[in-house]
T-cell receptor, first 114, second 112 residues
Framework: GQQVMQIPQYQHVQEGEDFTTYCNSS?????IQWYKQRPGGHPVFLIQ?????EVKKQKRLTFQFGEAKKNSSLHITATQTTDVGTYFC??????????????FGQGTILTVHP | ETGVTQSPTHLIKTRGQQVTLRCSSQ?????VSWYQQALGQGPQFIFQ???????GRGNFPPRFSGLQFPNYSSELNVNALELDDSALYLC???????????FGQGTRLTVV
């Protein structure tokens, strides 16, 4: 079945440093979504990428979708303590019986030291 | 606009028992999905309901079942609970299938 792998599993940074997490799918995706989950909280939607090679920015966050629509990345510039949490990518297959099934990666836990 | 709400927030059950978890979807959303999140893992897709019909299912046994009601609220039922069913159960609603998911705060289920 479809697998979504995410690296690294953990990332510790000093406040002000940059952070990147990478996501790879075993199958071509219809779209990829990114979520953030604070400790003790629930996943919160950040963004959805649909087009091959798409790049989207949200303030200090930059999201990319690969040309083959099988990989993606999230880059945070100049991290802040408010960025702490687990970042998940989630891939969506197009059509068929799997339509609507989001497959989540295992997440990258980001710790930011002040 | 009301967000996704789940009840109860915490639950302790004994192995072999049955449990029902409830979810009220966000206003205007016709799609509800359920996920199981074990500690330190990403959410695992259980199933999705669209307009009261099951629309897709993950790798979960038949003892995991669900319902969606005309008002788009939903229930997750788990029969014959096992210790490994202990997890955070998340409900998420979407305005349409394949679009962003808005998660509730989850139900923490502990099976002893």
């Amino acid at each position: 079945g479809q697998q979504v792998m995410q690296i690294p599993q953990y990332q510790h940074v000093q406040e002000g440093e940059d952070f990147t997490t990478y996501c790879n799918s075993s199958t071509t995706l219809s779209n990829i979504q990114w979520y953030k989950q604070r400790p003790g909280g629930h996943p919160v939607f950040l963004i959805q990428l649909v087009k091959s090679g798409e790049v989207k920015k949200q303030k200090r966050l930059t999201f990319q979708f690969g040309e083959a629509k099988k990989n993606s990345s999230l880059h945070i510039t100049a991290t802040q303590t408010t960025d702490v949490g687990t970042y998940f990518c989630a891939g969506l297959l197009a059509g068929g019986t799997s339509y609507g099934k989001l497959t989540f990666g295992q997440g990258t836990i980001l710790t930011v030291h002040p | 606009e009301t967000g996704v709400t789940q009840s109860p927030t915490h639950l302790i059950k004994t192995r072999g028992q049955q449990v029902t978890l409830r979810c009220s979807s966000q206003s205007g959303h016709n799609t509800v999905s359920w996920y199981q999140q074990a500690l330190g893992q990403g959410p695992q897709f259980i199933f999705q309901y669209y307009r009261e019909e099951e629309n897709g299912r993950g790798n979960f046994p038949p003892r995991f079942s669900g319902l969606q009601f005309p008002n788009y609220s939903s229930e997750l039922n788990v029969n014959a609970l096992e210790l490994d069913d202990s997890a955070l159960y998340l409900c998420a609603s979407s305005p349409q299938r394949g679009t962003e998911a808005f998660f509730g705060q989850g139900t923490r289920l502990t099976v002893v």
